[in-house]
């Protein structure tokens, strides 16, 4: 008995020895470690990591830009279930103990002793965790656990637990980039945090512990046997009954990937936001939460989308079928799963899903999609199919499904308007629209391309190509700033000039049907396209004066052609660059800047940039312009040159007087606005552009636009409160084939973006400013009438120029005099 009692005084003392040395290391350590750790003071304003957003202009998400996705939600606004969830699976005395879990410390110590190993799972409360992911790196060692423990005391005391653990939901990573319980539920499963179910939660919970190897995505069966132990220890905690348990054990787990739901289908125009916020914001543009707000109108970029598609694809089906996309050997014995390998390569395209052919034969053919479905095509499906004989002719319609589409061929396939599989193909050409507000540049509508899957060059603001024809109404402006009306008649007839650079060391200009028409007024001229007439009138103003003129359209002086060949669009230029051109016109004279982005506001709803865009407003009482004074071309409006090299302007110029407007300045006098904007009010009223008169309305205007070997077709046009320009063409500058004429090609995309974009807006004809005559002309000299003269027309000319007009004598002979006209040559 005496033994025993000194062995039990031995073993006391031995203890005491252990819990005083123990203090002694631990108050050593602290005192070693303590001056080391940060302060948890930062975890009252902690600024997690939100990706960008950006919003259209009626508040729809375009884009989300960030290497994380998450959704900071409040811990009130956590469902309880969802609580509990957590707690069960990470540390169900959250709410009791004061930031360490003394026993699980200890089981992890005697894991660690026996074992020898650091690894050792277990033993972290949800405070040390959040200390370990705010503070600490993921070394596994001793000096860190300390740290962890230490900072877990100081942040109890600092916060509270439902601020510590809203931290933690809030921060921890669950896999597939999405930080936090509220991105983890949109992701896993499209739903906000109180539209989950308790099978649901207790998955997200189980997640946090194996993020990368343990979701329901990478590997499900080890996830469902994660949200078993959940739920046991739900119920386990008397946290839910039986009754839930077992329900929550039988549901099927429907996890599957759901990315941010992108209500605006606008990707070029995201990136270019997405560049300007780097700009203003720095490095913290795509972390910080900002929300940018930008000018872009949801139902006008939905159009804008239907109305390329929709025009390339007829172009393309006007070209025929170019084969299939791809074809591999098929064993044949395959099967679902070696077709759907076959298709792992391949993504949708703008709504076109990729398919494999696994049958076929005279009467219709067998596909399988990636998702695992299975469609069948008849003839009629395959229909449009036919194969390209030469530049104009397509072979017969298919009569053998067999000869289209063969086994082991990946081809693309699309619902039509009923409903029913199409064969389809992805277009070979391109196209561009971009919509722009010409009051203020507003960017309202931009597609850079038929995908941004497929291409992310965007051919809106990027590209460089000839505007042909459409350029015509700039230099028509030049010609009526220089003396020229509409009715000035020049002649439309063979002519040639000296080119040192050609073989013959002539250029000899054509029209695009090889035709002459002889005397014809300006105003028909501009109408049917007339190319010898604007040589002709470029020859006359002179190349250098209507280069530095045309830079009052925001072009610089680089993308005009120092020659005549200025005269048929060989400038370069992007559909942005003629949209902004087309809006001075449209606005009566003014320069505009276009401007993507509205607002932006931080995490916390605060605006940190507004836009001060320059406005046109051609009627404003504030304006202090001289109406009737165009700018300098050169030295005119402060930026021009600059925001003509970045057509992006940035709508932040030197703030305006309180309670005045930030005018635009003023390039282009009001009547010569009008003027060339009333010919082009014709071009869609009986010229080239009459296709758009099917849109019934009387207020638009605009010009078609084709270049040589017909590499480019264009239509850009207006009415006062939208521009838009439209553009088709190869990447590779390959002529798009004979006939494909602006009007043809282009002009479909504008028409179709027109009718939804002035849908519920009430014509507006354009207002004659002060300034303009309505004289009577003849028709064949562009003099004006004698009084009564039968076959007198009206026309509209600066008022200047019908008094200079009035001093010459009308023809004496109406069959002889009257039809002569003048030849500036």
């Known amino acids: 008995m005496t033994l025993l009692l000194r062995l039990l005084r031995y073993a006391l003392y031995l203890a005491l020895a252990g819990i005083v040395l123990g203090g002694l290391s631990l108050g050593t350590a602290y005192w070693l470690i303590a001056p080391r750790l940060p302060s948890v003071e930062t975890l009252k304003d902690v600024r997690l990591q939100v990706p960008l957003r950006i919003k259209s202009a009626d508040d729809k ?127 896993y499963y499209g739903k906000t945090l109180d539209q989950l179910t308790l099978a649901e939660c207790a998955m997200l919970a189980s997640i946090p512990k194996f993020p990368s190897t343990g979701n329901p995505l990478s590997r499900p069966q080890r996830a469902l046997e994660r949200r078993a132990y959940v739920l046991g220890r739900m119920l386990e905690n008397r946290f839910i009954g039986k009754a839930d348990y077992d329900e929550a054990m039988q549901a099927p787990d429907q996890a599957s990937p759901h990315e941010a739901p992108v209500e605006v289908d606008a990707p070029y125009f995201a990136e270019l936001v997405r560049q300007e916020a780097i700009e203003r914001l720095g490095n913290n543009a795509l972390t910080d939460g900002y929300v940018v707000k930008t000018t872009l109108d949801a139902t006008q970029q939905a159009a804008a989308n239907r109305a390329v598609r929709a025009s390339l694809t007829a172009y393309d089906r006007r070209h025929g079928w170019r084969g299939a996309e791809a074809h591999v050997d098929l064993a044949a014995n395959a099967g679902a799963s070696e077709w759907s390998e076959a298709l792992a390569d391949y993504r949708p395209i703008a709504g076109l899903l990729p398919a494999l052919v696994t049958h076929s034969d005279k009467q219709s053919a067998n596909l399988h999609l990636a998702d695992g479905r299975d469609v069948t095509l008849d003839l009629d499906a395959i229909s ?74 965007n051919r809106a603001t990027q590209s460089a190509r000839q505007p042909g024809s459409s350029f015509k109404p700039f230099l028509y402006s030049a010609a009526f700033d220089h003396g020229f009306t509409p009715a000035s008649v020049l002649n439309d007839a063979p002519v040639s000039f000296p080119d040192p650079s050609r073989p013959d060391g002539m250029w000899t200009p054509k029209n695009d049907d090889d035709t002459f028409q002889g005397p014809i007024r300006l105003r028909e001229a501009l109408v049917k396209s007339v190319n010898l007439v604007s040589v002709r009138l470029l020859d006359a103003i002179g190349v250098r004066y209507a280069r530095e003129y045309i830079s009052r359209f925001g072009l610089t002086p680089e993308q005009i052609p120092p020659n005549l060949s200025m005269a048929l669009g060989t400038a370069a230029v992007a559909p942005m660059t003629m949209a902004r051109g087309y809006a001075v016109l449209a606005n009566g004279g003014y320069l505009i800047d276009p401007y993507l982005v509205s607002e932006i506001d931080d995490r916390d709803g605060n605006v940190v940039y507004r836009a001060d865009p320059a406005l046109a407003c051609a009627n404003c009482a504030e304006r202090e312009l001289d109406e009737g004074e165009p700018v300098n071309p050169v030295a005119g409006a402060a930026g021009t040159a ?175 005099e009257q039809r002569e006209a003048y030849d500036v040559f």
């Open 384 to 457: 449009w199919a036919r194969k390209l004989l030469d530049e104009n002719r397509r072979g017969a319609a298919p009569k053998d499904v067999s000869e289209v589409l063969k086994r082991g061929d990946i081809v693309r396939l699309a619902r039509d308007e009923d409903g029913a599989w199409k064969l389809a193909q992805i277009p070979a050409a391109e196209a561009a629209l971009v919509a722009l507000d010409p009051e203020d540049g507003a960017v309202r509508s931009m597609v850079g391309g038929y995908s941004f899957l497929r291409s992310k060059f």
């Open 61 to 187: 998400l375009i884009a989300t830009f960030g290497e994380t996705k998450r959704t900071p939600v409040r811990i009130e606004d956590v469902p309880e279930r969802l609580k509990q969830a957590f707690l069960a699976a990470e540390d169900a005395d959250f709410y009791q103990h004061r930031g360490i879990d003394p026993t699980g410390i200890a089981r992890a110590v005697w894991l660690t002793a026996t074992t020898g190993s650091k690894h050792v799972a277990g033993g972290s409360t949800i405070t040390q965790q959040v200390a370990r992911m705010f503070f600490l790196s993921p070394e596994v060692s001793y000096t860190r656990k300390l740290s962890e423990i230490f900072l877990a005391f100081r942040i109890e005391s600092a916060l509270s637990k439902d601020e510590i653990l809203g931290l933690y939901l809030n921060k921890a990573f669950f896999g597939h980039r999405s930080y936090g319980i509220a991105a983890a539920a949109e992701f």
């Open 642 to 816: 600059v925001a003509a090299l970045n057509p992006i302007g940035s709508a932040q110029a030197s703030a305006p007087a309180p309670g005045r407007p930030h005018l635009a300045p003023r390039t282009l006098d009001a009547r010569t606005a009008y003027l060339v904007t009333s010919l082009m009010r014709d071009v869609i009223v009986r010229g080239t552009g009459r296709a758009a008169m099917e849109l019934g309305r009387n207020d638009l205007a605009g010009k078609t636009g084709s270049t040589n070997d017909h590499r480019d077709a264009w239509f850009s046009g207006f009415n006062a409160r939208l521009v838009a320009t439209s553009w088709v063409g190869f990447d590779d500058f390959s002529s798009l084939g004979r006939g494909e004429f602006g009007a043809k090609v282009a002009l479909p995309i504008w028409i179709d973006f027109m009718r939804v974009a002035l849908k519920d807006v009430p014509p507006q004809p354009f207002d004659m400013p002060p300034g303009i005559s309505k004289v009577r002309i003849d028709p064949y000299s562009g003099l004006l009438a004698a009084a009564n003269e039968p076959g007198a027309i009206l026309e509209v000319m600066k008022a200047e120029d019908a008094t200079r007009l009035a001093t010459q004598p009308p023809p004496t002979n109406a069959n002889d």
